[in-house]
């Protein structure tokens, strides 16, 4: 079975998700906040978890801790992942970002999003590359937006859209990685 690591800087929507389908796979949770919603649900779910705040030699200090692990999540941790972290995953490290890709990469692009006035939007869940935001999609859902929209109902509506397609991309990247034998 494979062994899936969460990282996270926030509450931690995305990883409840995930869990709610992976909950014999996930074995690690990693965060850099150390009050994070995150770290507090996993060990409600009773997930080893590690803090690793900013500062030299993050992403060697991370690795460090990945022995074993098969596949990397990203759900809503706010850093890049540099080297030696990033070249260690090659196409194992996947993240949800609020927007259909390669359309308003970036922070809060639900409020980019409504600034443009656009009529839809949505969310990737992608392969994590060098760049902000830019590696290969892997699954999109749309998300229409109200005339009555703010930043917050937007965002709540983009959430309940990552909660389905997240779980769904991990599926469809598991099978890949185990030659479609799941
Ligand atoms: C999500 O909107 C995700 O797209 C973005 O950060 C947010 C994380 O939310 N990358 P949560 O911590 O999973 O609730």
Same mark, same amino acid.
């Given at each position: 079975?494979?062994?899936?690591?969460?990282?996270?800087?926030?509450?931690?929507? =995305?990883?409840?998700?995930?869990?709610?389908?992976?909950?014999?796979?996930?074995?690690?949770?990693?965060?850099?906040?150390?009050?994070?919603?995150?770290?507090?649900?996993?060990?409600?779910?009773?997930?080893?978890?590690?803090?690793?705040?900013?500062?030299?030699?993050?992403?060697?200090?991370?690795?460090?801790?990945?022995?074993?692990?098969?596949?990397?999540?990203?759900?809503?941790?706010?850093?890049?992942?540099?080297?030696?972290?990033?070249?260690?995953?090659?196409?194992?490290?996947? =993240?949800?970002?609020?927007?259909?890709?390669?359309?308003?990469?970036?922070?809060?692009?639900?409020?980019?999003?409504?600034?443009?006035?656009?009529?839809?939007?949505?969310?990737?869940?992608?392969?994590?590359?060098?760049?902000?935001?830019?590696?290969?999609?892997?699954?999109?859902?749309?998300?229409?937006?109200?005339? =009555?929209?703010?930043?917050?109902?937007?965002?709540?509506?983009?959430?309940?859209?990552?909660?389905?397609?997240?779980?769904?991309?991990?599926?469809?990247?598991?099978?890949?990685?185990?030659?479609?034998?799941?």
């Amino acid at each position: 079975m494979a062994k899936i690591a969460v990282l996270g800087s926030g509450t931690g929507s =995305n990883f409840q998700a995930l869990l709610e389908e992976f909950a014999d796979e996930i074995v690690l949770v990693i965060s850099d906040q150390p009050g994070a919603g995150i770290l507090e649900k996993a060990k409600a779910a009773g997930i080893p978890t590690a803090l690793e705040e900013g500062g030299p030699r993050l992403s060697a200090r991370i690795l460090k801790r990945l022995d074993g692990i098969d596949l990397i999540c990203l759900a809503g941790y706010m850093r890049l992942v540099k080297d030696p972290l990033l070249s260690a995953f090659p196409k194992r490290i996947l =993240n949800i970002h609020p927007s259909l890709l390669p359309m308003y990469p970036g922070k809060a692009a639900w409020e980019q999003v409504l600034a443009d006035k656009a009529e839809v939007t949505g969310c990737t869940v992608h392969y994590v590359d060098a760049g902000i935001d830019t590696g290969e999609v892997i699954l999109q859902e749309k998300v229409a937006i109200l005339m =009555n929209d703010t930043a917050k109902t937007l965002h709540a509506r983009i959430q309940i859209a990552e909660h389905r397609i997240y779980p769904e991309a991990v599926r469809l990247v598991l099978k890949k990685m185990t030659g479609g034998a799941l």
